[in-house]
């Protein structure tokens, strides 16, 4: 079974599976063709993550796939083009991308297919174009503005002048051949080739810092993933420098109360999940950076003990007032498990919607902006510094029954992305819900938006009315959405249930994706 957010990626996944292809096979080919229909949320040009169960080893792995600060890259170079923050979007918010390299490795350890056989479905989509989405031709409405300001972007994305409307047909020959050429030569095309080369020269012509021997030197870390309980069950996601332990310390926090006696969707259970999420959020972004160049204090962050003293702290009839940086949440997310038992869960983006808004000239690649995530603040872990990793949303999750995978999710949603997992897990573990329902009930996030000094509770229609004015009592500034927004992300989720060897699938109907089994 495979689900992807888009149902031409859910079909090149379901299309390896039935090939003799395994999980990781086709968790690639789906993600290769994401980069092609959602460019705007994911790129060659942007950075990915793996958690795989893989039965050959008995064992959970987990890639790290982001990568890192170009070698000249400092807060006093960043100063010294004549910023006072880290820019968002251009040349300077451009890290080296990971993704590319990320597939490489995924698959030199545990798949069964080459790279260019999965990127044929990618390529075709590429070359011949396809029917653009609502989701896409919003997107590329909504910043036509950054579009326009490159020559690049602007001819691929606005090629009639104007945004393409639902139903038109994008056709992308430069990523066309840039796929090619990785199907031909591999990642040392992208790494220490022409695309490379193209990707180097946008991003110096653009004013940044980024060189061929950054991109030379760019490897993928396998790293131990970090986990907690809830409930007997084990939750597991990525190491720092993902905030995979965010989710897992409100984890904690929530385990502490009874969560089906609050009731779904109550104003007392909403009140402390989101007091839960600024608690775990504070803790991020005070402790949270690149390991190998902060100490991040996982055993403290993730005891039972410590999720009890800041449990103590949330008052039940009052929202506490500790605001965290907030971030955009142009992603993908999928999830694929195949007929031996392996599992991926896999999470792909280039930050903000069409990254920093650069697309290297010649290669039809959207280079991402994930160096914005990056300070200047030399007491933050997240400082910026040449070679570092900067802080990363990106956490694919996997829940565990008796050690074996029993649910492989995730969700699109940048800083949202802890928030929608607690939600997802409470729905599955504490409501009983089936893995559809639990994606498709409505969804609560919390985020800082710019100039405001209280945190925002947006909420789905569904939750009752009532609800949102007791919270709004208690202190929360709520602000009601419509229903399917995708600010509330777009989740994957695959359940395995072994006792009746069955998969069961779900897709987020905020996206245009499916579940699909055979």
């Given amino acids: 079974m495979v689900a992807t957010p888009h149902y ?66 400092s807060p006093e170079a960043v100063r010294a083009a004549g910023y006072t923050t880290m820019p968002q979007r ?85 990523l066309a051949r840039s796929l090619r050429l990785l199907a031909e030569h591999g990642p040392d095309a992208f790494y220490r080739g022409p695309i490379g080369e193209a990707i180097v020269a946008t991003v110096q012509s653009a004013g940044g810092v980024l060189t061929l021997d950054d991109l030379a030197e760019h490897r993928s870390t396998w790293v131990e993933p970090i986990s907690t309980t809830y409930r007997g069950l084990e939750l597991v996601e990525l190491p720092p420098n993902t905030h995979g332990v965010t989710a897992l310390e409100m984890a904690n926090i929530i385990e502490g109360y009874e969560v089906a006696e609050l009731g779904w969707g109550s104003a007392e259970l909403l009140h402390r999940m989101v007091e839960a999420k600024k608690l775990a959020f504070s803790d991020r972004d005070r402790y949270v950076g690149d390991p190998d160049f902060v100490q991040v204090p996982l055993d403290r962050l993730l005891d039972k003990r410590y999720a009890e003293e800041l449990r103590r702290r949330i008052d039940p009839e009052r929202a506490l007032s500790v605001p965290s940086v907030t971030w955009d949440n142009d992603t993908v997310y999928l999830c694929v498990v195949d007929r031996e038992g392996r599992a991926v869960s896999l999470i792909q983006s280039i930050f903000q919607s069409f990254g920093s808004g650069l697309v290297a000239e010649g290669t039809g690649i959207v280079l991402h902006n994930r160096g914005a995530c990056f300070t200047l603040d030399p007491a933050s872990p997240n400082c910026l510094a040449p070679g570092k990793r900067p802080l990363h949303t990106l956490i694919p999750a996997m829940l565990l029954r008796d050690g074996l995978p029993w649910v492989v999710f995730g969700s699109m949603g940048g800083h949202g992305q802890p928030q929608i997992q607690l939600q997802l897990l409470a729905n599955l573990v504490d409501f009983e819900l089936e893995p559809q329902a639990a994606i498709e009930a ?56 072994r006792g009746h060897g069955v998969l069961e699938g779900a897709a987020d109907p905020r996206a245009e994706g499916y579940a699909l089994g055979w």
């Fill in 90 to 174: 251009g040349a300077w918010a451009v890290t080296v991308p990971g993704t590319v390299d990320a597939w490489a490795a995924a698959l030199a350890r545990c798949g069964s297919r080459p790279l260019a056989e999965l990127l044929r479905p990618a390529i075709e989509y590429a070359e011949r174009g396809f029917a653009v989405t609502p989701l896409l031709s919003e997107a590329i409405a909504d910043t036509a503005e950054l579009l326009r300001a490159q020559a690049a972007a602007y001819r691929q994305f606005l090629p009639q002048g104007r945004p393409l409307r639902p139903g038109e047909r994008l056709v992308q020959p430069d």
């Fill in 442 to 497: 409505p969804r609560w996030l919390s985020r800082l938006e710019p100039g405001d000094e209280v945190e925002t509770l947006y909420l789905e229609p569904g939750f009752d009315a009532s609800a949102g004015e007791e919270l709004e009592r208690r202190g929360h500034n709520v602000r009601w959405v419509q229903g399917w927004d995708s600010l509330m992300g777009h989740a994957q989720m695959i359940r395995i249930d």
């Fill in 8 to 73: 031409l990626a859910s079909v090149a996944g379901l299309r390896v599976l039935q090939e003799g292809g395994n999980a990781v096979d086709a968790a690639v080919a789906a993600n290769a063709v994401l980069n092609v229909v959602y460019p705007n949320q994911c790129s060659l040009g942007g950075d990915a993550f793996f958690l795989i169960w893989e039965p050959s080893e008995e064992r959970l792995l987990a890639l790290n796939g982001s990568g890192r600060a170009p070698a000249q890259a």
